[in-house]
């Protein structure tokens, strides 16, 4: 049987070859190159054109959302995973959009994680369980209440333009010119009002509806 040849991306170095020894103990998967920014991966995927490219989306010179739209474009027999610390699906959701077939967490297991790769070579996509529990939740909270955006206040709406830009409360307390003690207060009442259970739902939420 032919290997799934695969091309790493990522700009850690101990995770770039984590994931290579955790593959390469499989014989169905070959690592033919390692990509340590998104420019690289790139680069690689056009010369190379490996059947998968698992790429983290957060790295310097170029993102994985634009490498992935880019290797699609140069390399579009090479299907893309998206890999990253966020469970938001709002995350998930982008790198789809930008071309990609799969999208898994950092805390994703090894099983999974192969997975994901037979899965996505086979034309399928692929969302990791953490991700899809989170739009689970989402839905089954909008269904048994539908949150009334209206019932938030201005002040609320824009601590979460803050919170969807990755502000810590500490930083949103600063930018409003609030007590830390307040900000925090604000986002307990928004997820209250909302009925969300926490952050990541939040900013999936607030993504969705356009707040």
């Known amino acids: 049987m032919e290997k799934i040849t695969i091309l790493l991306a990522d700009d850690h170095r101990l995770i770039l070859e984590s994931w290579k020894y955790l593959l390469e103990t499989d014989n169905r998967f070959t690592v033919i190159a390692l990509a340590d920014s998104g420019k690289k991966a790139v680069e690689l995927a056009t010369s190379l054109k490996p059947k998968i490219v698992l790429i983290d989306i957060n790295m310097h ?4 959302f634009e490498a992935t739209k880019l290797i699609r474009k140069c390399a579009p027999g090479t299907k893309v995973i998206g890999v990253s610390m966020h469970s938001m699906p709002a995350y998930a959701k982008k790198m789809i ?3 990609a077939q799969g999208y898994v967490t950092k805390n994703s297991a090894k099983d999974e994680l192969i997975q994901a790769i037979l899965e996505v070579s086979e034309g399928r996509t ?5 991700v899809k529990g989170i739009i689970v939740n989402m839905e089954i909270t ?3 209440s539908k949150p009334d955006i209206n019932s938030l206040s201005k002040r609320e709406l824009e601590v979460i333009s803050y919170i969807t830009r990755g502000l810590s409360s500490k930083e949103i307390s600063s930018e409003l010119n609030l007590a830390l003690k307040t900000v925090e207060v604000h986002r307990y009442n928004i997820l209250k009002k909302l009925s969300l259970p926490n952050t990541a739902s939040l900013v999936s939420y607030a993504n969705h509806f356009g707040i």
Not at 61 to 64: L, P, S, T, Y
Not at 126 to 130: A, G, K, M, R, S
């Open 142 to 144: 909008a269904s048994e």
């Open 97 to 99: 959009k930008y071309g």
């Open 126 to 130: 692929y969302i990791c369980d953490e």
């Open 61 to 64: 010179e170029m993102n994985g």
